[in-house]
Nanobody, 126 residues
Framework: LMSSCRRWGGLVQPGGSLRLSCAAS???????IGWFRQAPGKLREGVSC????????YYEDSVKGRFTIFRDNVKNTVYLQMSSLKPEDTAVYYC????????????????????WGKGTLVTVSS
């Protein structure tokens, strides 16, 4: 798994947009892909996840309506489109793959992640 950011090293102004990508070759068919983030001094939290089977998605409450997760099966890549970014979205973002989409929910989130990508720093600041 390899996560990356396509714009300006992940620095964006409040209200702006950014797209993160997770190259998931070899994982797309059987693994759910989730995005996590960890802000300085805070615990890691799950942000969004997409299943491998039917494309079901999950969003953490604070990003609903602002973030969109989607898959490109041709490019074997999962994207996290982030819009209306806020300073509190500043964090290191990680993608992870797991055989169970159901783990990506309240109570079992810490169990998600058979495989992890390296983090990508996103900074939302004016």
């Amino acid at each position: 798994l390899m996560s990356s950011c396509r714009r300006w090293g992940g620095l964006v102004q409040p209200g702006g947009s950014l797209r993160l990508s997770c190259a998931a070759s070899g994982f797309m068919d059987y693994y759910a892909i989730g995005w996590f983030r960890q802000a300085p001094g805070k615990l890691r939290e799950g942000v969004s996840c997409i299943s491998s089977s039917d494309g079901s998605t999950y969003y953490e409450d604070s990003v609903k309506g602002r973030f969109t997760i989607f898959r490109d099966n041709v490019k074997n890549t999962v994207y996290l489109q982030m819009s209306s970014l806020k300073p509190e979205d500043t964090a290191v973002y990680y993608c992870a793959a797991d055989g169970s989409f159901r783990k990506f929910s309240v109570g079992t989130m810490p169990l998600f992640g058979d495989y992890w990508g390296k983090g990508t720093l996103v900074t939302v600041s004016s």
